[in-house]
Structure formats: C-alpha cells, structure tokens
C-alpha cells in the first residue's frame, strides 16, 4: 500500500472518516490500529521487530528516567542501543560485512566457504530504528520526559504517514503533538491536498518518467557514451529527489490531515549556495540526526588525547550516513566522496572569502548565479556511486563518462527532456523561495489560478505519469 497507489487513497479516507468520527480520547488508538495495519500491508512478519524495537525504547527509556546512578542509566542506555542496532545490524549488515571477510580471506589465499543468511529487509527499519534510538538518548541526556503511556509512545514510533520512509521526526516534537489534545479541523484539509498533491506530481509525472532514463545506462551493461551517461545522471539527480521529497511531501499532507505538523525534509536543496547549506536542506531529519547523535559526541570524544580534526570528523560521519542508506561499498565511497568535497570546502573557505573580496559586484552576481550549478553537478557526479549497483559498474561508467563526445548529438534531446520535466519543480520551488512557505503557498493565489494549477497536475499524472509502486528510500 504505496503513497501513489488507489489503495492509499481509500485506506486514508476511511481512517479519516472514521477520526473524525471518534471522540478525541480514542483518536490515539484508531491511529495506532491503522498504523500496525499499514505496516503489515508490506509483512506482517516484520511486526515482530517493530513492537520488539518500541517496548525495549519504551521500558528502558522509563528505566533511565528513574534513575539516579550514572552506571545504572548507561546500562539501559546500552540494552536499547544493542538490541536496536543488533536488529538492524542482522537484516540490514549482517550479509555485506561477512561477504567482505570473506574478500578478505581470498585475497590473502584462502578460500572461506560461501555463508550467507537470506534475509528479507524490513521496510523502514532504518528509519523508526533511528527514531527510537533519538527518544532513549534525548531521555538518558534529560532532554526529554519519557512516555507514561505505551500507546502514545507506539504510535510516535509506527505514525503511519512517516513509518517506511520518515521524515525521522524526533519525540520532542511529534511525540509531544500525540500527547497533546488536538481537533480535526477542516482548515486542514486543504494544505493537507496542496501537501499531497505536490507531493504526487513529483513522485509519479517527474521522478516515474525520468527512471526510463537512468535504467537505460544502469540496468544495462554498456559499454556507454559519455553523453548518455551525463543524461542518465542529470536524470537520477532529478529522480532521487522528485522521489523521496515528493514521498516527504505526502507523508506531510497526510499527517497534516490528522492534525499533525511533520518536519519538513526538503528545503530546496536545488538552490543551495555551499555545500554545507546543501546538506542543511537536504534529507533534513537525517543529516539532523546524524549532526546531533554522531558527529557532535565525536566531535567531544579524544583520540590520543587530542579531539578529532573536524575534516576527519566530516569524512567519518558521512561515510557512516552512506551505510546507512545500504550495505555496499558504494554507499560508503559516496559518504567519502561527499564528506572529502565538505572537507575540501572548509579548508578552501578562508582562502575563497579572501579571494571573494576584491571582486567587482559584477563578478560576485556571477559566482552566485553559478554556485547552484556547480553544486548540482557535484551532486550529479556522486549519484554515480549512489545508483549503481557495484563499484565495478562504478569503474566502468566512469570510464565511460571520459569518451564518445563526438556522438553527443544523438543524446541531446533526452537531456532536453530530462530537464524540461525538471523544469515545473524548479519554476515552483523557485516561487515557493519568494513566499518562504512550503507548497502551501499556492493556497493563497486567486481561486481561478489555484484550479487550474491544480487540475493541470493533476491531469498530468493521470494521463501522462508512469506510475511505479516502489520509492527509491524504501530500500534503505
């Protein structure tokens, strides 16, 4: 029961129905019911883990709060990290680092014999692992007061609209709205629309239409142009985030609906002016998460009595952020990538900013027209290690992305299309930047010009999206 599927649609309004019919005191529960039953739309086998997960958080987190022993508090601190990350670690890593063992042992001249365990990856694991683990370290660092009522706690962990995919909303915002007495109200209903809507179009007319592209050089073996490598990343540079931040933006209509406020993941990254404002406004309850329970502790922690330099720190953590989108080595060569290019811009930040002042207001217009750009590119070049499906197709694309520019004139009107179905995105992001409002801006243009946005979307998706089930973060 995907976001962009009639089934949704139907499991949505019926849960609403029946919302606003309850009174409040059974609004909780309705929610939970409806959250495990969306889950078990995917397995309901892999409800095992996900009420393992919640009780452990829920007792350990009341077990810390109770005490007053720092030995004591670790202890359960401890018993919820190991059995959160151990779950994980299983389904998720268990395979991947026992095959690299065994890499390992054949390069110095042994030959292990082939172990694997044939695991099925729980949809969302990654998401709500990390979310639990946030509320049992805000409450160990008394940041938070721990949940006096299982229910509540479980439906901040299964919350429906962000359980497969996230926003990874943390406890001191989303956990506090449960808690807290809320009423339907109608004046919701109509961002929630404009949420999903927008939400929609990305997903199934842009990021749907774009994949034919990036499938026609990564599920093919090659050889390959370098033009038609560039189209094929250009096209799943603009998939991954019509993908997931269409995704983001539904789970927040969605939410919206109930009267919930999710965090916002996407901030338009496309318009970014630095590499560190691109990761502050991209996947933004991840890149959050991973700043405040990764790479601040090790930024406090010393190593031979002296703290890390914050450019190793930058490399480690986000090669820690590429394993957690999956167990393979180019997810931890596009963290490395990712974090040597934020390194490299903290360095070259002194220098650059001594250099940015002697430039004429001409010249600076310029360098900011054309940091987005750059940015994007860079972007592009790491989807690269991102979509393939090893890093020997790595090596191969990059090779062929160095030859064949003699025959770039065949390609040319597949980038054409790739950016002209990009092109709505940007011109809408573009016009929500001047609101400084989500896409909730639309709803305050004239009624006129609101349908026929509306419709126009709407009519694309129905008869020109080509619809896929699956989302691209599903896997991770």
Not at 40 to 59: I, N, P, Q, V
Not at 147 to 161: D, G, I, M
Not at 260 to 277: I, W
């Amino acid at each position: 029961m995907t976001f962009n599927s009639l089934p949704l649609v139907a499991f949505v309004v019926l849960v609403y129905a029946s919302y606003r019919l309850l009174p409040g005191r059974y609004r909780n529960t309705l929610l939970l019911a409806a959250s495990y039953a969306f889950y078990a739309s995917f397995d309901w086998r892999f409800l095992g883990l996900l009420l393992l997960s919640t009780s452990t958080d829920y007792y350990c987190a009341r077990r810390i709060a109770a005490l007053d022993a720092k030995d004591a508090r670790r202890r359960f601190l401890a018993v919820s990290l190991v059995v959160n990350l151990g779950v994980l670690g299983v389904f998720k890593y268990f395979n991947f680092f026992l095959a690299s063992a065994e890499d390992v042992l054949r390069l110095v001249g042994l030959d292990p014999p082939a172990a694997a365990l044939r695991l099925v990856l729980p949809v969302g694991i990654s998401f709500y692992t990390f979310k639990t683990i946030s509320y049992t370290v805000d409450v160990y660092r008394k940041r938070l007061k721990p949940s006096t009522r299982f229910s509540e706690y479980a439906l901040f962990v299964a919350f429906f609209p962000t359980l497969v995919a996230g926003p990874i909303d943390r406890a001191g915002s989303l956990l506090k709205q449960i808690q807290s007495p809320r009423a339907a109200r109608w004046t919701d209903v109509p961002e929630a629309f404009a949420l999903f809507c927008w939400g929609l179009f990305k997903k199934v007319f842009v990021a749907d239409n774009l994949l034919a592209v990036t499938n026609a050089v990564f599920s093919n073996p090659g050889p390959h142009t370098g033009p038609a490598v560039v189209a094929a990343l250009y096209a799943y540079a603009f998939q991954v985030y019509c993908d997931f931040s269409g995704y983001s933006d539904m789970a927040r209509g969605i939410a919206r609906l109930f009267g919930y406020e999710v965090m916002n993941n996407f901030e338009r990254p496309l318009f970014a002016t630095s590499l560190q404002d691109l990761w502050n406004r991209w996947h933004i309850s991840l890149t959050s998460w991973i700043r405040d329970y990764i790479y601040y502790p090790l930024a406090l922690t010393k190593v031979l009595g002296r703290r890390l330099d914050v450019r190793v720190l930058t490399i480690v953590t986000f090669v820690i952020m590429g394993l957690w989108h999956g167990a393979a080595w180019n997810f931890v060569a596009w963290g490395a990538y990712h974090g040597s290019l934020l390194s490299l811009a903290i360095m070259l930040k002194p220098w650059m900013n001594r250099a940015a002042g002697g430039w004429t207001p001409r010249m600076s217009r310029w360098r900011s027209a054309l940091k987005p750009i750059l940015l994007f590119h860079l972007f592009a070049l790491g989807c690269l290690l991102f979509r393939a499906q090893s890093m020997g197709q790595v090596v191969s694309l990059a090779f062929d992305l160095t030859r064949g520019y003699s025959q770039l004139a065949p390609v040319l009107p597949t980038i054409a299309r790739v950016l002209l179905m990009f092109l709505p995105v940007l011109v809408f992001e573009y016009l929500q930047g001047q609101r400084q409002k989500d896409a909730t801006f639309v709803l305050g243009y004239p009624r006129v010009l609101r349908y026929a946005m509306f419709s126009a979307g709407l009519y694309l998706v129905a008869m020109h999206g080509a619809k896929t089930e699956s989302f691209v973060y599903f896997q991770f």
